[in-house]
């Protein structure tokens, strides 16, 4: 039997009005389990089940999982310190925006459980002020991991060790969830959203000329990501 996967769908559309499509999203939940219930790199199953509600469940010899979905696409068009750029932008710009956002490639999966009631993965780059929700950040922090360096995620992804072994390096995460968009072919550059100089710095757009610039690119890497995403799907899924 095959399954499909719409990557034009917008989670929000199936989501009850005012709550998170992350938690409660249908279609989204779907879609993250046919994506990413697949072989491991070691060559081991990894099923994602979805008889817990909200989350994804695997238990197997690898370990148990539970996991949740994450928004990777991140407007910021309701964020206090950046009200006076969006204001500049017409409403229709910031709806397409919101849209593309919206689609499958515009959201990933961290595991959930909280460990030693400290933050999760989700919670924690979206509070940490040298990240923001920067995903493109994000991924820079996951890849210091994977070399065992230090980075502002550094003690959360320790928390969370034994999901990230289950990739074995960065390159083999990066393929797994069809992220390569954002790093060059060799994985050791990335394809910021907005130019790094580190970070100290700011993560947020400054002014006009930087939000449209972070609004292009990330806008580009969800696009290339869903057709990644279509392209796995019709090899694999029908």
């Known amino acids: 039997m095959s399954e499909f996967v719409d990557t034009t769908f917008i989670m929000r559309s199936d989501t009850p009005k005012g709550k998170d499509p992350d938690q409660h999203s249908p279609t989204l939940r779907k879609y993250h389990s046919l994506l990413w219930s697949k072989p491991l790199p070691s060559g081991e ?30 407007t910021y068009r309701n964020t206090q310190s950046l009200k006076n750029i969006i204001k500049n932008i017409s409403p229709n710009e910031i709806k397409s925006f919101v849209e593309v956002c919206g689609t499958i490639g515009g959201y990933i999966v961290f595991p959930s459980k909280k460990v030693n009631n400290k933050m999760t993965i989700n919670g924690s780059r979206g509070c940490n002020y040298q990240i923001k929700d920067r995903f493109d950040l994000t991924l820079k922090c996951i890849k210091l991991f994977y070399e065992n360096k230090d980075s502002p995620l550094k003690s959360t992804f320790d928390r969370y060790e034994s999901f990230f072994k289950l990739f074995e390096d960065f390159k083999n995460y990066v393929d797994y969830f069809h992220l390569n968009p954002l790093v060059n072919n060799t994985y050791s550059e990335f394809n910021y959203f907005l130019p790094f100089k580190g970070f100290g710095n700011n993560p947020l757009p400054s002014n006009n000329e930087e939000y449209f610039s972070y609004k292009y690119k990330l806008t580009e890497f969800i696009l290339s990501r869903n057709k990644l995403i279509e392209n796995w799907t019709k090899q694999k899924l029908h």
Do not use: Y
């Not at 817990?52 to 370990?63: A, E, F, M």
């Open 45 to 74: 199953s990894f099923n994602l089940e979805l008889d817990i509600p909200r989350l994804l469940h695997h238990k197997s010899s690898v370990g148990e999982f539970f996991l949740s979905s994450d928004c990777i696409g991140h």
